[in-house]
């Protein structure tokens, strides 16, 4: 099954959704708070590397880097969507 069809069915069916937005927030939880915060500033709150980097007085590498592996630990911790 392909991924957008997947997509298609969690739009669809409710329970899917639910399931879908559990494990999200669940993979997320697990990440470690460098990453986490890393993550939610891009991805979720748009912000850009260079701001990110400012507010936790860290270097942009150093951000790239963290978002870099959360976004990997994610990919993992939600394969079982993909498969």
Same mark, same amino acid.
């Given at each position: ?22 494990? !999200? ?10 990453? =986490? &915060?890393? +993550?939610?500033?891009? @991805? ?18 150093? !951000? ?10 994610? =990919? &993992?911790? +939600?394969?079982?969507? @993909?498969?």
């Amino acid at each position: 099954m392909s991924a957008s069809t997947r997509l298609e069915l969690a739009e669809q069916n409710p329970e899917l959704q639910i399931a879908l937005h559990h494990d !999200v927030l669940k993979a997320i939880a697990c990440l470690s708070s460098e990453q =986490r &915060q890393v +993550l939610v500033m891009r @991805d979720m709150e748009g912000m850009t590397a260079p701001a990110v980097a400012s507010i936790l007085n860290i270097t942009v590498e150093t !951000v790239k880097s963290r978002l870099h592996r959360a976004r990997n630990t994610l =990919r &993992q911790s +939600l394969k079982h969507w @993909d498969e």
